[in-house]
């Protein structure tokens, strides 16, 4: 038997990505990773798809360097649209550092990305739509894990809000804080 890959018509997109975001919901990552690499095939800008896939991967995050953190950041910075882009690699970064936490990571580890999650989310803030205040949800959840973290309050320049946090390039790596 040939082991090739067949390629989705481009009628089926709107289907198959309902079918992801239902293996998404029903907590089968790899599923939903799947189909949204048969509808990048053929549509390979398909905004919604690179939202998914994205976020599929980081559903299997384990806090191990298996995670393909680099992977996401590229399909999520393929996002047209710029509070999307923010607000998913704010989730990028809030979902790595949740996932080392669970891994048992050090608050020293850990810091570092939830500050990138918080300028992203900051950002994301800035150029919100309407009536959209997801980034606010996030960056209020941020905090009150960071709050969690034992030894925490070593780290002093915490302490920004989305006003004081400096402009991210969405084209470039995220700038880090300096911790006191």
Known sequence: MELKLKPI???SIVAALAKAELYRNLNEPE???SICHDILVIQPDNQAALRLI???I???FTGGISDRHVEVETFFRQLSDA???LYCLGLLYERRAKAQM???RSAHALVPLFEDAMRHFAEAEKVHPPANDESILRWNRCVR???SLPGVEQFDELHFDAGDSPPLS???APRRARAG
């Open 102 to 104: 669970r891994a048992g």
């Open 54 to 56: 994205g976020l599929a």
């Open 83 to 85: 509070y999307e882009q």
């Open 170 to 172: 969405t084209g470039a």
């Open 31 to 33: 599923e939903a990773e």
């Open 58 to 60: 980081t559903d299997q």
């Open 145 to 147: 894990l960071l709050q």
């Open 9 to 11: 018509h481009a009628e």
